[in-house]
């Protein structure tokens, strides 16, 4: 009932820069969070930035100063300015919302989008 589709990876040089997108749909009352994870060939999944609607946002040491996080509460889009890429920043990148929705009662839902991929490589 709630969706997730990212968008914006592609194959960018050492040094470049990328937007991703990642846009909500359905059933939502409202947004508590949408936040960036990204899963490298054969590593786990990590945090990258999260933008909760209260709170601070914060980024993983790794892309302090580089990455930045913002949101569009009326489209119910969030974006990751990724700039300065590196070779390590290679991965699948997973955009993560939590939402309340309202289909008849109110429930909190945690929902992941399908992926994008980001190479950074010259």
């Known amino acids: 009932q709630v969706q997730l589709v990212e968008s914006g990876g592609a194959l960018v040089q050492p040094g470049g820069s990328l937007r991703l997108s990642c846009a909500a749909s359905g059933s939502i009352l409202s947004i508590q969070t949408m936040d960036w994870y990204r899963q490298a060939p054969g590593k786990e999944r990590e945090l990258v930035a999260v933008?909760?609607?209260?709170?601070?946002?914060r980024y993983a040491d790794s892309v302090k100063g580089r990455f930045a996080i913002s949101r569009d509460n009326a489209l119910q889009t969030a974006y990751l300015q990724m700039n300065s890429l590196k070779p390590e920043d290679t991965a699948v990148y997973y955009c993560?919302?939590?939402?309340?929705?309202?289909?008849?009662?109110?429930?909190?839902?945690?929902?992941w989008g399908q992926g994008t991929l980001v190479t950074v490589s010259s």
């Open positions: 933008s909760p609607t209260i709170g601070s946002i």
């Open positions: 993560y919302a939590g939402v309340l929705t309202n289909t008849g009662s109110i429930r909190y839902l945690e929902v």
